[in-house]
T-cell receptor
Framework: LAKTTQPISMDSYEGQEVNITCSHN???????ITWYQQFPSQGPRFIIQ???TKVTNEVASLFIPADRKSSTLSLPRVSLSDTAVYYC?????????????FGKGTTLSVSS | DTAVSQTPKYLVTQMGNDKSIKCEQN?????MYWYKQDSKKFLKIMFS???????INETVPNRFSPKSPDKAHLNLHINSLELGDSAVYFC????????????FGSGTRLTVV
């Protein structure tokens, strides 16, 4: 499975847009890019998934360039409650039982 | 109405004991997983079951034995508990295609003393 690299930590203030970039140079043709959010004492929560170009939902946007070797999670106007660890994962979502491999994630701290 | 539920939420036990953690999902998913999150917050896959069949069995001691009586349940039994088994164990489920990602339970914090 493709390995990902993302910043260990980021700091932001309420109301700002936060962009977290993830590198996945060895991404395979069948791999999707998925982002999860984890609050302390909770399990990871699915945020967004994409294959190429741009995906947007009510929580975030995911930008994927044409070569797919990186992706950027964009959180618009963050609040204190967005303080969490964000994981970028790549994997073949069509392979039975393929388990997503979590990296270290990016710890986002939002201050007032 | 919890989608993926794990019991117990907390488990404190002595070394050498045998314990089980139960997991149930009501999402109709056909694949279930067990992950271990250690004190450094790394999430590591332990097992994966697809339609009750073991698909992934990472390098996990034989003391850990998953059991899936049906595709809605994946239990984890641990024999002869050791101090190093202390961690948070997360159950998760998904469709085979992993559309919409995995849904995780809230975790079971195991403390071995």
């Amino acid at each position: 499975l493709a390995k990902t690299t993302q910043p260990i930590s980021m700091d932001s203030y309420e109301g700002q847009e936060v962009n977290i970039t993830c590198s996945h140079n060895n991404i395979a043709t069948n791999d999707y890019i998925t982002w999860y959010q984890q609050f302390p004492s909770q399990g990871p929560r699915f945020i967004i998934q994409g294959y190429k170009t741009k995906v947007t939902n009510e929580v975030a946007s995911l930008f994927i360039p044409a070569d797919r070797k990186s992706s950027t999670l964009s959180l618009p106007r963050v609040s204190l409650s967005d303080t969490a660890v964000y994981y970028c994962l790549v994997g073949d979502s069509n392979q039975a039982g393929t388990a997503l491999i979590f990296g270290k994630g990016t710890t986002l701290s939002v201050s007032s | 109405d919890t989608a993926v539920s794990q019991t117990p939420k907390y488990l404190v036990t002595q070394m050498g004991n045998d314990k089980s953690i139960k997991c149930e999902q009501n999402l109709g998913h056909d694949t279930m997983y067990w992950y271990k999150q250690d004190s450094k917050k790394f999430l590591k896959i332990m097992f994966s079951y697809n339609n009750k069949e073991l698909i992934i069995n990472e390098t996990v001691p034989n003391r850990f034995s998953p059991k899936s009586p049906d595709k809605a349940h994946l239990n984890l039994h641990i024999n002869s508990l050791e101090l190093g088994d202390s961690a948070v164990y997360f159950c998760a489920s998904s469709y085979t295609s992993a559309e919409n990602g995995y849904t995780f339970g809230s975790g079971t914090r195991l403390t071995v003393v």
